[in-house]
């Protein structure tokens, strides 16, 4: 569990070095579709990178610490292994970690849970290629999930066309993909302001193209 708390902070830094980077070049621009690729390149890339670092690090920590056996007279080196007990201070800092995991994953279901609820129990209009979702609940803003797109019974009356084709992007884009990539990130490196920050960039570029329809 300890390797995997290090390839998290590795990948946050990596996550944090790129987000930087991108927020002095690009997030200015009006390429908003090249703004969401870059920013879905920035997960993959630094969490497929740290896996190559630890496996770079292994070769060169094996390169410069080598165990040869001889026999027969011929001198034996031999690399001898320290066997060190663990800090209290490293389990408990691990317990922490995997807590903090547990308590987003939870919060994260909670909501999907209730958006589930919110599409199963609404009136569903259903047109080609998405389904309209009519609810009573005016506490929830227009949404789309999936190839579902909510709305309230009071902006079903009065603004549906304009507030659906504004989710019908959402839809096409398949934006919930990114959202849901996103929170698995925020998952697995809560701890990393960075992360939080990646997942509301990633939200309003989507609503920067969205709202370009």
């Known amino acids: 569990m300890g390797e995997f708390l290090s390839y998290s902070i590795l990948s946050g830094l990596l996550m944090l070095a790129m987000y930087l980077a ?4 690009l997030a200015r621009d009006n390429q908003h579709g090249f703004n969401r690729a870059v920013l879905l390149s920035i997960y993959l ?23 040869t056996f001889t026999l027969e007279g011929i001198e034996v080196v031999e ?21 903090g995991m547990a308590a987003v994953t939870i919060k994260s ?11 199963r129990k609404g009136e569903k209009i259903r047109h080609a290629g998405y389904t309209l979702v009519v609810t009573d609940d005016e506490r929830f803003a227009p949404f789309s999930w999936m190839r579902y797109v909510v709305i309230s019974r009071s902006d079903y009356d009065n603004n549906s066309s304009a507030i659906a084709t504004h989710e019908l992007k959402h839809v096409a884009c398949r934006h919930w993909i990114d959202l849901l990539i996103a929170q698995i990130i925020c998952i697995i490196n809560w701890l990393n302001p960075v992360a ?17 329809a």
């Open 45 to 67: 890339v630094s969490f497929l990178a740290s896996p190559l670092i630890f496996s770079l690090d292994t070769l060169l920590n094996v390169s410069t610490n080598p165990q």
């Open 22 to 25: 991108y927020r002095l070049f």
């Open 79 to 99: 690399t001898e292994a320290a066997v060190l007990s663990k800090p209290i201070w490293g389990t408990v800092l691990i317990w922490l970690f995997l807590a």
């Open 196 to 212: 939080w920050l990646m997942r509301d960039e990633l939200m309003l570029v989507h609503e920067y193209q969205a709202d370009m």
């Open 109 to 119: 279901v909670i909501t999907w849970i209730r958006l589930t609820n919110v599409i």
